[in-house]
């Protein structure tokens, strides 16, 4: 018997996790991607790229294609996709697991500042002038033309359009992983005295903020927004483990 896997994707884990579930010959996965990324890294498996149209579609498309369960390995700062999730599992009846990474968490000589969204952060920056990094995606990064007296240096995986309109700015286009020598380097060269980041967890970004630690650099760290409770891993082998177990209950019993 084959088993559709629904995986809603768009991060590295997600990827990995597909590849690990793909191995199985009963497993048929699809992964979705929300199409935010221009030029998403090969994924691996069947992709599905767009929106769904809210938790009602989503809904329908698992009852269309017959999905067994749903996992959710979205960004954990993608939380109306999540919260869309969970609505269209209780609405269909279907199993539902996600993978939650992480957040990172302040160690001794990190200077953060803790907000509650982009809007708060670029307030949080205050009136005198900064040099700022922004490592927050391109999508919120229009938050910041409110606080035009800073210099904003912008990191980006896809080009932020339209350009901000605040008088200076640079752009880099740059995928991760980021190490800690090269985001001092980057920083030190640029001037940065801020830092607005998410707590995205993991290591792939955790660069930038052991470099703002070791130049005493301000970060200002956005929380993660609230997201469903529903039963999760915070690893790709932790959460393959579980799907095995859903599909292969004896393998709990040790049988």
Request: glycine content about 10%; charged content about 25%.
């Amino acid at each position: 018997m084959t088993h559709r896997i629904l995986i809603l994707g768009g991060t590295t884990e997600a990827r990995q996790l597909a590849g690990k579930l793909a191995r199985r010959e009963d497993f048929s996965i699809t992964l979705s991607l929300a199409g935010r990324t221009e030029s998403p890294v090969p994924q691996g498996v069947p992709v599905r790229t767009g929106g769904f149209g809210g938790a009602e579609g989503l809904a329908g498309y698992l009852r269309e294609e017959h999905i067994d369960l749903l996992i959710d390995a979205t960004h954990p700062y993608a939380a109306r996709i999540s919260a869309n999730a969970a609505e269209a599992a209780r609405q269909t009846g279907l199993p539902i697991l996600a993978l939650r990474r992480p957040g990172w968490e302040p160690v001794a000589g990190d200077r953060w500042t803790l907000v509650d969204s982009v809007t708060e952060a670029a307030s949080a920056l205050g009136t005198v002038p900064r040099r700022v990094f922004l490592a927050i995606g391109r999508q919120e990064a229009g938050a910041f033309e409110t606080a035009q007296q800073h210099r904003y240096l912008i990191r980006s995986v896809d080009p932020v359009e339209p350009r901000l309109a605040v008088p200076d700015a640079l752009y880099l286009l740059a995928r991760g992983p980021f190490v800690e020598a090269n985001e001092r380097t980057l920083f030190e060269r640029y001037g940065i005295d801020a830092v607005v980041s998410k707590n995205s967890g993991g290591d792939a970004t955790y660069g930038k903020i052991a470099a703002a630690r070791a130049l005493g650099i301000e970060v200002i760290m956005v929380r993660r927004p609230p997201l469903p409770d529903v039963a999760s891993a915070e690893t790709v082998n932790q959460l393959a483990e579980m799907v095995d177990h859903f599909f292969d209950p004896v393998a709990d019993r040790g049988v």
